[in-house]
C-alpha cells in the first residue's frame, strides 16, 4: 500500500470519527433531555441514553461476529438493532 494509500485512508477514518462523535454526543443530549423533561434525574437520567446505544451496540457485535463465522444471524439480533435504532430515532425526533 503507498503512503497516498495510506494518508486517504488514515483522513477517511478520522473524517467518519469525527462526524461519529459529533452525531454521539448530539444523539446523548436529546436522549438525556427527553429522560429529564419525563422527571429522571441525577444517575439515571445520565445512564437511561446509555442503555439505547448498548443495545446498538451489542446487537451490532452479534452480527458482525455471525457474518466472521458465516453463520446465519440470530433473528433477536436483528430485532434488536432495529429496535434500538427507532428508540434513538424517536429521541432525537422528540
Request: glycine share 6%.
Amino acid at each position: 500500500m503507498s503512503v497516498v494509500d495510506r494518508m486517504i485512508r488514515w483522513s477517511t477514518a478520522l473524517a467518519v470519527l469525527g462526524v461519529a462523535l459529533v452525531a454521539a454526543i448530539v444523539s446523548y443530549e436529546h436522549a438525556y433531555d427527553l429522560v429529564r423533561a419525563h422527571g429522571e434525574a441525577g444517575w439515571t437520567a445520565r445512564l437511561v441514553p446509555h442503555t439505547v446505544d448498548g443495545l446498538i451496540y451489542a446487537s451490532s457485535m452479534v452480527m458482525l461476529d455471525s457474518a466472521r463465522r458465516k453463520t446465519a444471524v440470530p433473528l433477536l439480533a436483528r430485532w434488536l438493532l432495529g429496535l434500538g435504532i427507532a428508540a434513538t430515532l424517536a429521541a432525537n425526533v422528540a
